[in-house]
């Protein structure tokens, strides 16, 4: 039988760019979109700064992303955007929405995405699977996480891989795009009351005050963007991992019971959100290197969740790692909301492929790379899931 991982090329699995900077001084300068960052890549330092608001602050518009975003809108993304305990009373407007994949018909919701989707891919003879698989289940998700209209995950899905960014880069016809997205269903969630989260943030109070409608794009914002790309890369890195690697589909068949250990090893390795920002309004000082008061630094995921003090063999995949703190979700007050979605929709996934599939052929795929040193990335994966036959 032909390697059905032939057509992976091998940077997919590219060393760790911060080996050395690591374990020498803990830090490192990268320069992103022209701006030059201090990026610290130990584990303990970006856990430790993740939680030090006063040091590493994140209430400052538009400069948690990278690239920053204070040229593209003229409001907070919410919750994020904020320090505690501001932040809380934020996060409390918003949080029903997020817990839903712990609801258990919005659970079945989630899981029938997953589901007719691994069915269409084995219907067909070969399948996109970023455009095609990713991004639909990613796209009709959301619709069930905010639970608004399910017919808008249609629209979005023709944004592409990101709201309001192309190549990496700040778009500012998207932007505009998504600006305008945002405007037309908070305007029906006024007068639908179906409309999901568009329709609860009118009846919505912050301090007993209704929100502005800056503030209901904040979060409307963030709610939609910010679960993008992760998502869409880790449901194909985990196809990939699983084509390259298929006794770990074989294991997971046989041991169904490490599926939620194995997810967590894909967001580690992964880490599909590689590093965020703080403004630093005292400056920083980290041996030699030194932020200026009001300039940024960047709390690395990707790098911490190399760490060799914390994990073992850091490089390797172990569907079987048993002690795993990792960082892909942040850490801290800020730590992922959705996370318990992206979860769910990578365990389902597993669970079909063991299920279902015997193995995932690779035709054709384009690798992408990023200074982050990020496995199985890429702009194009075409690849047949071959089904198991049933006895
Ligand atoms: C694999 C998928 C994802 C990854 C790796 C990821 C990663 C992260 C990380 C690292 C943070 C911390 C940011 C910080 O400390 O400043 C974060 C925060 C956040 N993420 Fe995600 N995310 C993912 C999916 C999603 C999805 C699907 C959504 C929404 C639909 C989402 C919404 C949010 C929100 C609202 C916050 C801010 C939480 C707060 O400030 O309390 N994320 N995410």
């Not at 409608?213 to 880790?234: K, Q, Y």
């Not at 590689?274 to 920083?284: E, F, M, S």
Request: net charge negative.
């Amino acid at each position: 039988m032909a390697d059905p991982a032939a057509h992976i090329p091998h940077q997919v699995r590219p060393p760790d760019p911060f080996a050395e900077a690591r374990s020498k001084s803990g830090a490192d300068v990268g320069t992103f979109h022209g701006e030059d960052l201090l990026m610290l890549l130990r584990w303990k330092d970006v856990r430790a700064a993740a939680r030090d608001f006063e040091h590493f602050d994140s209430s400052v518009r538009g400069r948690v992303p990278i690239p920053p975003e204070d040229e593209i809108r003229p409001f907070r993304q919410l919750p994020i955007e904020t320090n505690p305990p501001e932040h809380g009373r934020w996060k409390e407007i918003v949080l029903p929405y997020f817990r839903r994949p712990m609801d258990p018909a919005a659970k079945a919701e989630f899981e029938c995405i997953l589901a007719s989707r691994v069915t269409k891919a084995l219907k067909g003879s070969v399948m996109e699977m970023v455009r095609d698989f990713a991004l639909p289940v990613q796209s009709a998700s959301l619709a069930v996480l905010l639970d608004t209209d399910r017919d808008i995950a249609a629209e979005w899905q023709g944004w592409g891989l990101h709201a309001f960014r192309t190549d990496g880069k700040t778009d500012p016809a998207k932007a505009a795009r998504f600006l305008e997205f945002i405007d037309r269903m908070l305007n029906r969630g006024l007068v639908e009351p179906d409309m999901g989260l568009f329709s609860a943030l009118h009846d919505a109070r912050f301090e007993e005050r209704p929100l502005t409608r800056d503030e209901m794009r904040g979060i409307c914002h963030l709610s939609l963007a910010g679960g993008r790309d992760t998502v869409i890369n880790a449901i194909v890195g985990t196809l990939a991992h699983m084509a390259q690697t298929p006794e770990d589909l074989d294991r997971l068949r046989d041991e169904p019971s490490l599926i939620p250990v194995a997810t967590e090893e894909i967001f580690r390795v992964l880490s599909p959100l590689p590093q965020i920002a703080r403004v630093c309004p005292h400056g920083y000082e980290h041996g030699p290197l030194t932020v200026a008061p009001g300039d940024r630094a960047a709390l690395c995921w990707a790098a911490a969740n190399r760490d060799p003090e914390v994990f073992e063999s850091p490089e390797e995949l172990r569907i079987d790692r048993a002690r795993n703190p990792h960082v892909a979700f942040g850490a801290g007050t800020h730590t992922c909301l959705g996370a318990p979605m992206a979860r769910l929709l990578v365990r389902t996934l597993l669970s079909q492929l063991a299920e279902r599939v015997e193995r995932i052929e690779v035709l054709n795929s384009v690798a992408r790379t990023n200074p982050f040193g990020t496995p199985y990335l890429f702009e194009s994966f075409h690849a047949r899931l071959v089904g198991r036959k049933t006895s």
